[in-house]
Every structure is written in C-alpha cells, then in structure tokens.
C-alpha cells in the first residue's frame, strides 16, 4: 500500500499548488511518498525542493495509471468534478484533500485541510515551510514576483504599474528564455529562480500575485502585497482580508502606491506555524 501525492502545476496555472505540496512533504520526511505532477518539466527537478519520488503523469485522469486501488492519496487539486472526487474517495483507502475554499464542506471519506474550516476531520492551517519563520535582514527595500506563470506576458503588459518604485525583480519558473533576458534589461536587479526562498526573506515590502507567496513573505516578517490577476482565483482573498494583507486588483497602480505610502500603518497578522500541525493531522489519518 503506497502513499501519493498528486498536485496540479503547469505554465498555465503556476507552482503555488507545488511549493504548498513539498513544504508538506518535507515535513512528512519519515513517510515515503510519491508526488504526482501535471507537469513533467517541474516533476524532473523535484528532487531540488526536497522530494525524493516525483513522476509527471500530465493530466489528473491519469493517477489510476500509477496508483492502485487501496493506495492513500493527498490531493491538492480543483481539475476533477464531484463525481470524479467520489470516484477517489472509494478508489484510495486513505483521501486527504486540501482546499482553499471558503464554502467547502468536508465529505464522507475523506479528510480535509483548510485555511478555513475545523471540524472532525479537518485540520485547519496554510502550509508555510519552517525557514520563512527564521528572522532575516531585510536587505530588500522592495521587490517585485508576478508569479511563476506568465505566459502571456502580463507582467510586461502592466509594468507602468510598477512606475517609480524600481523594485527588484524575482523571476519566475515558466518564463520564456527570452523573455527573461527581456525582463533583466528592463529591471535594475533581478534574481533567478533559484534565488526565489532568499529574495523573500530578505525583501520588506514584497508585491507578488502569489498566493503561496504571499504567505511566506508574511511569515519571514515581511509586508506583502497581494496583486488579484484577472481570471485567477479569488479563493484567497477572505484569508488575506483576515491577516491585514492589503489587496491590488486590476492592477491599480494608484491604489498600490497609497498602500506603500502608508504601509507602516499596517497591522499586519503575525503568521503561525503551522506545519507540525499538518504533519501531524496526515500521519494520524494515514495510519
């Protein structure tokens, strides 16, 4: 009986879902675990974030392709329809999914983690790896992370957002070649995709359209700006409200600069550790 992992990742949805999924499994070193991505190209560096086992399966139709009936799976995903989650309830003896839904409710036979919710069942917490807690200088006035999607450009699309304020640039992982060389001419300082962690850390006022990293800027001490892109989920936005995290949406460039003018105003929430938490409330409901 094997335990997976299956989360939803790809140049047109990011790597928040990812950078949740192996802060989890880092905290769950002393099970073995294979994580299923929908993306091969993420699933073949995995091992760079810690994750031993990583197989790219494509689509998430294609999980019964690598697990059998009786496995355990955590599900970190919003592809499949109630019908094919029930299918996976009965299918897997173990199902844990993560939501980041506001409205959900827990089903019969399975477990659930939410911000959110608490009830029997469910544990109620963010995933935020244990680094972002530790106190760094911040040795970055301001910085800017779109995301790690951008294929239509929408970064450079909107940089007349970012006007005047000469923030660095932290780049993402599904940029064009070009496009990052594009985008290194254009900003002053830049960071690559491998500085991402250090660059939070380091960053006081960090703008991002980053959900995950919204919180671990949050963690690390910093004051993130959260930026709504049109067409994407607005799942997050009751739990940033609750933590103080001003919201941009539309990229509203008079409504960032009033944010920045008067963030030291800002109450922001002092993030808790959570992980422990959640490591606990899978190992307990895998066993």
Do not use: W
């Not at 006081?204 to 700006?225: D, R």
């Amino acid at each position: 009986m094997r335990i997976f992992y299956y989360v939803h990742t790809g140049h047109r949805v990011g790597l928040d879902r990812f950078r949740r999924a192996t802060t989890i499994i880092r905290s769950l070193d002393d099970l073995d675990i294979t994580l299923l991505c929908s993306d091969f190209r993420i699933a073949q560096i995995a091992r760079d974030f810690g994750v031993e086992k990583s197989v790219g399966i494509d689509v998430v139709r294609n999980i019964p392709q690598i697990a059998h009936r009786g496995d355990k799976l955590i599900f970190d995903s919003k592809e499949a329809n109630p019908f094919m989650l029930e299918d996976m309830r009965k299918y897997f003896s173990t199902f844990i999914r993560i939501s980041d839904l506001q409205e959900d409710i827990k089903e019969e036979n399975e477990f659930l983690i939410s911000p959110y919710l608490e009830d029997e069942g469910i544990c109620q917490g963010y995933a935020v790896d244990d680094t972002f807690f530790e106190q760094t200088a911040k040795t970055i006035k301001i910085a800017y992370f779109f995301g790690d999607d951008d294929y239509e450009k929408d970064l450079e699309k909107n940089l007349a957002f970012l006007e005047g304020l000469e923030p660095d640039l932290q780049l993402g992982f599904y940029y064009f070649l070009d496009y990052e060389a594009h985008l290194k001419k254009i900003f002053k300082r830049t960071h690559d995709f491998e500085a991402y962690e250090e660059t939070i850390k380091k960053t006081e006022i960090f703008i991002t359209a980053s959900p995950q990293a919204t919180l671990e800027s949050l963690a690390s001490g910093g004051k993130p700006i959260y930026i709504q892109r049109e067409n994407y989920t607005t799942d997050f936005i009751p739990l940033f409200e609750s933590f103080h995290i001003p919201v941009v949406k539309e990229f509203d460039k008079n409504h960032l600069n009033l944010i920045i003018k008067t963030i030291d105003n800002i109450d922001y929430y002092k993030l808790q550790q959570n992980s422990r938490k959640i490591s606990d409330f899978i190992k307990e409901n895998l066993n």
